[in-house]
């Protein structure tokens, strides 16, 4: 399955709650991204990581937190300040920007 | 900021014809640009990609052609079939923000 794992892969919250998603990888890859998909809006990105302990703010950062402790992590946190989180979120790593990214299975949250 | 904007957002040809899905891009400093293809209910996978030294890649029935002046860049299916069915996702890399900016996607329907 490429190396890169998140879960779950169905996830429910209720309004007002934080929740963490989580991605793994073990292709030793540096950059790992966390990306949005919505019907019609392709692939929108949340926030990047180059490196381990630094990460960057992609076009649709707020409401998102994340971290990079880790080489093989980056957990994505949606937070209640998120207005509309109900979405499909696709994580990625790849070796730097400008090679091959590969995509966990995604996971798909549902704001009850 | 980086931007990649892609066309058409669908596309139906019947099975055997050529289908062509055209993206453009804002970073003049952005070298690198894959094509992905997502089938219903799976991740996004590497099709092809090309750099910025190369003008044309093939590989069997896919090519990409990049414009490098005019920030331009198509992905070309030749003798398409059913199977080439899902949505396709340019992308761009970010220049020096190390970023990974992707389309809107284009759903291509193959009818047999």
């Known amino acids: 399955d490429g190396g890169i794992t998140q879960s779950p892969k169905y996830l429910f919250r209720k309004e007002g709650q934080n929740v963490t998603l989580s991605c793994e990888q073990n292709?030793?890859?540096?950059?790992m991204y966390w990306y949005r998909q919505d019907p019609g809006q392709g692939l929108r990105l949340i926030y990047y990581s180059q490196i381990v302990n630094d990460f960057q703010k992609g076009d649709i950062a707020e409401g998102y937190s994340v971290s990079r402790e880790k080489k093989e992590s980056f957990p994505l946190t949606v937070t209640s300040a998120q207005k509309n989180p109900t979405a499909f979120y696709l994580c990625a790593s790849s070796i730097d920007q400008s090679t091959e990214a590969f995509f966990g299975q995604g996971t798909r949250l549902t704001v009850v | 900021g980086e931007n990649v904007e892609q066309h058409p957002s669908t596309l139906s040809v019947q099975e055997g014809d050529s289908a062509v899905i055209k993206c453009t891009y804002s970073d003049s400093a952005s070298n690198y640009f894959p094509w992905y293809k997502q089938e219903l209910g799976k991740r996004p996978q590497l099709i092809i990609d090309?750099?910025?030294?190369?003008g044309e890649k093939k590989d069997q029935r896919i090519a990409v052609t990049l414009n490098k002046t005019a920030k331009h860049f198509s992905l070309h299916i030749t003798e398409t079939q059913p199977e080439d069915s899902a949505v396709y996702f340019c992308a761009a890399d970010g220049g020096a923000t190390n970023k990974l900016i992707f389309g809107t996607g284009t759903l291509l329907a193959v009818q047999p």
């Open positions: 292709l030793n890859h540096d950059a």
């Open positions: 090309i750099r910025s030294n190369v």
